[in-house]
Antibody
């Protein structure tokens, strides 16, 4: 059973960079899945940040594209998020997520990490 | 870019049937499939419906989904108190190449 676990600093200073890592256990990050980051500000809805495939291909949310980098480390079976120039608006619960491939039925976020809260404070 | 449109709230009494709508555009719902997620208080979201109307293993058949044109719906029949949660729809935007979520619907079981 694949499990995901986020890790990283819970506090980041404004204008600094947010860096999180997602460890994948119970399966290989080199499987035919995309791996995503999704965030949720307190009391608000979900926002997709971006995704990566094990071969290195990425897609990013258009409004975050200039500040986001998602990378993958196959040797450690993990993937990472870096968000630069953070502001209070980036305060949120950050989830790492696996996109299950359902073939002709498309893809869906089928496995979620428990989430890690990141607060941007001055 | 914009979110998919969902009603902010919905409610029903135990045993009732409720539906939650999700409206998008030709570049997302109109050209791809819709997924639904359930988020119980204080927990991570859980996949509830994929590909418009498919239930993952373990999801009760009280939950069903449908899609028509640029809109989709989630229906919950035989409403139970444990269904009280936030529900989100999501679809891939094939034009801008990104996943777009609905704003979420808070379901209350009265």
């Amino acid at each position: 059973q694949v499990q995901l676990q986020e890790s990283g600093p819970g506090l980041v200073k404004p204008s600094g960079a947010l860096s999180l890592t997602c460890a994948v256990s119970g399966g290989s990050i080199s499987s035919s899945n995309w791996w995503s980051w999704v965030r949720q500000p307190p009391g608000k809805g979900l926002e997709w940040i971006g995704e990566i495939y094990h071969r290195g291909s990425t897609h990013y949310h258009p409004s975050l594209k200039s500040r986001v980098t998602i990378s993958i480390d196959k040797s450690k079976n993990q993937f990472s998020l870096k968000l630069s120039s953070v502001t209070a608006a980036d305060t949120a619960m950050y989830y790492c997520v696996r996109e299950g491939d359902y073939g002709d039925y498309g893809k869906a976020f089928d496995i979620w990490g428990q989430g890690t809260m990141v607060t941007v404070f001055s | 870019q914009s979110m998919l449109t969902q009603p902010p709230s919905a409610s029903g009494t135990p045993g009732q049937r409720v539906t939650i709508s999700c409206s998008g555009s030709s570049s997302n719902i109109g050209s791809t499939t819709v997924n639904w997620y359930q988020q119980l208080p204080g927990t991570a979201p859980k996949l509830l419906i994929y590909s418009n109307n498919q239930r993952p293993s373990g999801v009760p058949d009280r939950f069903s989904g449908s899609k028509s044109g640029t809109s989709a719906s989630l229906a919950i029949s035989g409403l139970q108190s444990e269904d009280e949660a936030d529900y989100f729809c999501a679809a891939w935007d094939d034009s801008l190449k990104y996943w777009v979520f609905g704003g979420g619907t808070k379901l209350s079981v009265l």
